[in-house]
């Protein structure tokens, strides 16, 4: 248990900041669960429109420090082959 002022304010801090950033992670995953939903149905047109809309919640992501900068670069790129390649 935190036992100094300083060590209580962190905690508190950890715990928003925690709680801010797990919202942020299921967000993004909704987003890329919708593009994967697509692909698995084979709309190519709901597939990249869903990746379009999926970039931006990743990249802002990595801005906010939930995501690696490669980490985000990497999904991208497979969602966008994966887009591609729908007949």
């Known amino acids: 248990m935190a036992n100094t ?4 304010k ?6 928003r900041r925690y709680a801010v950033n ?5 967000r993004i995953r909704t987003f890329l669960r919708k593009v994967e939903e697509a692909i698995a149905a084979g709309d190519k047109d709901a597939a990249a429109a869903a ?5 931006p919640q990743l ?9 690696h900068k490669n980490t985000a670069a990497r999904k991208m790129s497979r969602l ?6 729908i007949g």
């Open 5 to 8: 002022p300083q060590a209580k």
């Open 10 to 15: 962190r905690a508190l801090q950890n715990e």
């Open 22 to 26: 797990k919202a942020r992670r299921s």
């Open 51 to 55: 990746l379009r809309a999926a970039q």
């Open 59 to 67: 990249m802002r992501g990595v801005t906010k420090g939930v995501l």
């Open 80 to 85: 966008s082959a994966r887009v591609k390649a």
